[in-house]
């Protein structure tokens, strides 16, 4: 497997598993969607971490940070999106942290992507996505 | 017709069939067709009776609708209090609450006010006010209820956790006191559902047995002091709409029902004092005849359990009072204005269903919180079932359906060994009363939660292979989607929120709030009723936030444990 660092090097990764830590940020107890996605990843052989409702943003990127993991996905249908998502990506680069990424699945209304992406977000999973997709998408993150 | 002629006459029709098979929600197989063979034990007493009658499958009262209107609330809550009690005032002036005696109220609270935290702790930033209404303080109470008389207001405060709605009933008790209305005279429910909250909402702030106490303090308080309060909503439509299928929905709900029931008992309550105060609070989907069917078991169902397992020998403790929502899952977020005909299907089986109440959901739920238009069609949507169709002029219009029929004793056959199976594995747990063990082991041991995370991910999977259609999502998908207006809920809600809070506790007397926290924290750790102790302390002017924080440091906090599947 290949990855590409920020230089535009490409780099020889140890071929694993993927790793992904899933969490609901804030007080939304909607939870069946990430869940449900939870399953599919680890279906699909990736190794998840599910860290559930009600977390924050420090709890999420120290989570992530100690597990070393690949990717960070995030749940919200809140709208919580607009000051978490930023608090997030601001944390991982306070901490020199440059090699996990951030996806988003959820209710994000359409005016708030470019938002979202601008604050490093790499890629929005709306309603009506297919699991595939999301597994296909997440393989693909790793190789660019 | 033989048997094997016939056999092979079914599968030859079947193979013609769009489907190769036909099953429900909950997995029950439907037959082509069904005859008086499909119902060989049946009968009318015994199985059905006349409405009003036990085991009331039929229906709780001789009229039904023909003489009640369906009870129909639609919840709300977002923003200041002042927004919320706007849009109370709107939705009343639309006929969306109607049914009552007096105006009715369904408010629905927002993130940090269901955790138990003030407009001003970290927590709670960015969620203030967006998924209902914040409350804080018995200032925000008065505002969110001004102008609704409260002796003359059904007043339905969704809160989960029993701490929370331990502290807001005393905020809305303490409000009544000041205005001069008696207690006696209050109207509504607090939900206050402890052990679904645990499985299901998640809200949970305290470990198990502390949260069962505040809950059944408040029951205990309620019965002594406010005799027309519904202390206890059994809260099905949680555990429907975070997977569950028809048949879980209602046996663990009745699990819940009894569990609370045997701790009400060990209270030295009576059966016919606690069980009349029982109310159920569930979930109407998309399949229309589980649907009905389903409620029809649940009934029944409970009507036995009451009588034969509890004794209870007063008609309304054996009455299962059940206010339906319409599902706000089963609607999507592709094409959402097809929600409406969604939210028109589950409303009339509600109807179908007997239920006494109804909460149609807005057809842009699963986007956002509503719009004043989509109330207002939510509104409609009853208005044009029931006095339109025709459909409420009688009562139970499917009763004697061989369909019906053969599908309502299925589904009360699953939800019965649903109900073995919890009841066993409470066997030899230091609990005592058999049904509450079980109900703790399986939160405990996450049953639960695996049995409706397994159901929600086979349902899913269904999806996404086409063999469950949802129209918009996986078949008749719109190229480009109809753009529709959607609420959103202004950051600046926060800052007066915050700003209020503020001003508050500096306008009060701190030592006063103080003590009364300290009063709290004493009767939290013996056995007496917090009740009382807590009316005093939000008069004495201490916040929801400060109040739940002693108590934590009695109680401790509770940790779920996440796991998917």
Known sequence: MFRVDKKGETLMVQKRRIKILIANPGLDVHDAGARYVAKVLSDAGMEVIYLGIRQTAEGIVNAAIQEAVDIIGLSILSGRH??????????????????????????????DIDTLKKHGVKEIFLPGTSSEFVVDRIKSLMIN | MSRDKEEGYEKELLRKCRKDEFKTSSGISIKRIYRPE?????????????????????????????????????????????????RFKYLYEQGGQAGYSGAATTTLYDGPTNFGLDSDDPLADGEIGKMGVAIDTIDDMEVLMGGFPLDKTFNNMVLYDSGVAAVLLAMYIALAEKQNTPIHDLTGSCLNEPLQTFVCQKCSIFPVMPSLRLCLDIAEFTIKNIPKWNPISIYGNAIRESGGNAVQEIAFALAHAMAYTEMALARDLE???????????????????????????????????????????????????????????????????????????????????????????????????????????????????????????????????????????????????????????????????????????????????????????????????????????????????????????????????????????????????????????????????????????????????????????????????????
């Open chain 2, 38 to 86: 499909d119902l060989k034990e049946f009968g009318y007493e015994k199985d059905l009776n006349e409405p009003g009658q036990y085991p009331f499958t039929r229906g709780l009262y001789p009229n039904m609708y023909r003489e009640l209107l369906l009870h129909r609330r639609l919840g709300m809550g977002y923003g200041l209090p002042e927004q919320a009690n706007a």
């Open chain 1, 82 to 111: 607009s000051t978490i998502v930023p608090r997030i990506s601001g944390l991982l680069r306070e901490k020199n942290v440059h090699d996990i990424q951030i996806v988003v699945g959820g209710i994000i209304p359409k005016d």
């Open chain 2, 271 to 565: 059966v016919d004092e606690f069980g009349p105060r029982l109310t159920f609070y569930h979930n109407v989907n998309n399949e229309l005849f589980e649907e009905a069917a389903k409620y029809r078991a649940y009934r029944r169902m409970y009507a036995k359990i009451m009588k034969e397992k509890y004794n209870a020998k007063k008609r309304h403790s054996q009455m299962l009072r059940v206010f339906a929502k319409t599902s706000g899952v089963a609607l999507t977020a592709q094409q959402p204005y097809n929600n409406i005909i969604r939210s028109t299907i589950h409303t009339l089986a509600a109807l179908l269903g007997g239920c006494q109440g109804v909460f149609v959901a807005s057809f842009d739920e699963a986007l956002s919180i509503p719009t004043d238009m989509a109330a207002t069609i939510a509104a409609r949507t009853s208005q044009i079932l029931i006095e339109e169709t025709g459909v409420a002029d009688t009562v139970d219009p499917l009763g004697g359906s061989y369909y019906v029929e053969n599908l309502t004793d299925e589904i009360e056959r699953r939800a019965w060994d649903y109900l073995d199976k919890v009841e066993k594995m409470g066997e030899g747990m230091k609990f005592g009363p058999k049904m509450l063990s079980g109900v703790i082991a399986g939160i405990e041991n996450g049953f639960f939660e695996n049995e409706i995370a397994l159901t929600n991910y086979r349902k899913w999977k269904d999806i996404e292979s086409g063999k469950r259609v949802i129209v918009g999502v996986n078949k008749y998908q719109a190229e480009e989607e109809i753009p529709i207006e959607l609420m959103k809920v202004d950051m600046e809600v926060q800052r007066v929120k915050i700003e209020r809070l503020r001003n508050f506790k500096q306008d009060r007397n701190l030592k006063g709030a103080e003590e009364a926290l300290k009063a709290v924290e004493k009767v939290a750790a013996s056995n007496e009723n917090i009740m009382p102790v807590l009316v005093e302390a939000v008069k004495s002017k201490a916040t929801l936030g400060e109040i739940i924080n002693v108590m934590k440091k009695v109680f401790g906090e509770y940790k779920g444990v996440s796991c998917f599947v």
